[in-house]
């Protein structure tokens, strides 16, 4: 059954795949947020009224296939248990939005877990396309061929002057909303990161940490994507994201290779200690958990360490999260629990790798 | 610029707060904005999403400086959402409401998409297929515009009779 394994598995496949820079830039993602005509926007929409426009897309979308993806699953939010919900946000394949607000919505989600396409999220219909590593405009391709098949079977509502209308002003346009999940530990350690952050402001983007608005870079990890939507073409938008993280991707191979040459041992220390940490603890929480796993991805791309892969890592970053980790012990976990299974579930993890020297 | 509260680093973080109307200038460094507790720049603690509204509001008190002025409820037809709503949620109720509030639009929208108010991205294949038409006479124009200053008068006649083709196109649809 496909929906159990969107559960089961902590990995989704595309993210198995290759990609460009996939050592510094984890994933590229496009969204485009589109709206029907004929019905409210599901945040002024009554009960009824979003069971009608979910009734209306569900006809015209449940089972479809999409050429090059398949089929995509329909999954109805209301007949998933709440840590079923969780461990699709974790995964990112919805977002917190859809749980926490929203009332009679679904996703749609192919197999390879690349697309999801959410309804009655803030706007009808939300097309989210993910990529490996650096590749925002293979994903702007895919999500606009996305669009124009669902064009086909929607009226979507657009207006001449303002583009394609969103229940927020935020959105309206283009309706897209581009991001990059990039690792940055160097600019970090290195505490370049605090003079880059604002002049990547000025460029119209935004960054945060990777569960979205208001949430804090865990284990390095940020979001960068653009604000404006308005008055620029979707080409655009996408060019200067992509212009930016270029320089991001620089800079922090640039702080690598300072580490590397002039404090060695000081980061050769790091990152082993925190590969004892995650080998050896038996109580971990979840933020020391994301802080030790970014200092041993940063071990692997160096090739300090060896005989771990990213997709462990990979894995283990979606896998330790509190959703993730009740869901896979199957009960529900007080948070000192979770701590002791947390540390477990990554020694075994890593014991798998067969690593028990990993110092070369 | 000195930092305005440890006045010995320069000042990094510039911006204007209005606190119950009253307007301050503020200029921190970072170190003390971070203590303070100021916003920082770049902090994923302050997105727009968050603003938005707190700038609806002002474009509101700013609109009403008119004590003379009828307030008029000014409602979407379809969906009911009323424009004072709309400035506290944030969010419109449905496409109307663009239509309905259209003349109070531009503002808002300059401030959030950084002086932009007229899309210029992708157009509908299906239901837009007029717009697009219609843009491309308009950048042929624009074209044939400049052929006729340089005097490519060949070259403008090509462009004119596209424009010619595209206009009936445009009408049969």
């Known amino acids: 059954m496909t929906l159990r394994r969107f559960i089961d598995q902590a990995v989704s496949p595309w993210m198995q795949g290759d990609g460009p820079n996939v050592d510094i830039v984890l994933s590229s993602r496009i969204r485009l947020a589109r709206n029907l005509t004929e019905f409210a926007f599901p945040v002024m929409a009554t009960e009824s009224q979003a069971k009608k426009a979910l009734d209306f897309i569900r006809e015209r979308l449940e089972g479809a296939e999409y050429h090059s993806l398949g089929k995509f699953a329909w999954i109805d939010m209301d007949r998933l248990e709440p840590i079923e919900k969780r461990v699709l946000v974790e995964k990112h394949l919805i977002s917190p939005y859809l ?6 919505s679904a996703a749609l989600i192919n ?3 690349s697309v999801s396409i959410m309804v009655n999220e803030e706007d009808h219909l939300r097309i989210q396309c993910l990529f490996p590593g650096f590749q925002l405009n293979e994903a702007l391709t895919l999500a606009n061929g996305i669009d124009d098949w669902l064009e086909q079977k929607f009226t979507f509502a657009f207006d001449e002057q303002r583009g394609y209308l969103t229940s927020c002003p935020t959105n309206v346009g283009t309706g897209l909303r581009a991001s990059v999940m990039i690792h940055l530990p160097a600019l970090m350690i290195t505490q370049r990161m605090n003079r880059i952050a604002p002049a990547i402001n000025q460029f119209g983007l935004v960054i945060r940490g990777i569960y979205g608005e208001g949430s804090e870079a865990l284990g390095n990890v940020f979001q960068i994507s653009n604000q ?21 991707i620089q800079q922090e191979n640039a702080a690598r290779r300072d580490l590397m040459n002039f404090s060695r041992i000081q980061l050769e220390d790091r990152v082993f200690r925190s590969y004892g940490v995650l080998a050896n603890s038996r109580i971990i929480p979840s933020k020391e958990a994301a802080k030790c796993l970014s200092d041993v991805r940063l071990g692997v791309d160096l090739g300090l360490i060896k005989g771990v892969t990213r997709n462990v890592l990979n894995e283990l ?11 896979y012990f199957k009960e529900t976990l007080e948070p000192e629990e979770r701590d002791v299974r947390r540390a477990t579930l990554i020694r075994e993890r890593l014991k798998k790798t067969g690593l028990d020297d990993p110092i070369e | 610029m000195e930092c305005q509260e440890c006045h010995l680093r320069p000042a990094t973080l510039h911006f204007t707060k209005i606190v119950n109307g009253k307007k301050m200038e503020v200029h921190l460094c970072e170190q003390c904005a971070r203590e303070k507790g100021e916003v920082m720049a770049g902090s994923n603690a302050f997105s727009i999403h968050n603003l938005l509204s707190g700038l609806l509001n002002f474009e509101e008190m700013a609109g009403h400086s008119d004590p003379f002025e009828e307030p008029s409820v000014l409602q979407c037809p379809k ?4 424009y004072s709503d709309f400035i506290k949620v944030g969010k419109f109720g449905c496409a109307e409401c663009y239509r309905a509030f259209r003349d109070r639009l531009d503002p808002i929208l300059r401030k959030v998409h950084a002086g932009n108010t007229v899309h210029t991205g992708k157009v509908p294949k299906r239901t837009g297929k007029g ?7 308009k950048e042929l124009k624009e074209k044939l515009q400049r052929l006729v200053a340089n005097e490519e008068f060949e070259e403008a006649a090509k462009v004119r009779d596209e424009i010619r083709a595209l206009e009936k196109e445009g009408d049969v649809s």
Request: charged fraction near 25%; hydrophobic fraction near 40%.
């Open chain 1, 99 to 104: 749980v926490e607000e929203s009332v009679h």
């Open chain 1, 111 to 113: 197999d390879a877990e």
């Open chain 1, 228 to 248: 404006i939507t308005l008055g620029k073409s979707e080409e655009d938008i996408v060019e200067d994201l992509r212009g930016v993280v270029m320089q991001l």
């Open chain 1, 317 to 327: 970053m979606v896998l330790t999260q509190p959703g993730f980790l009740q869901h």
């Open chain 2, 79 to 82: 969906c009911g959402l009323t």
């Open chain 2, 131 to 137: 717009i697009s038409i219609k843009r491309k006479i």
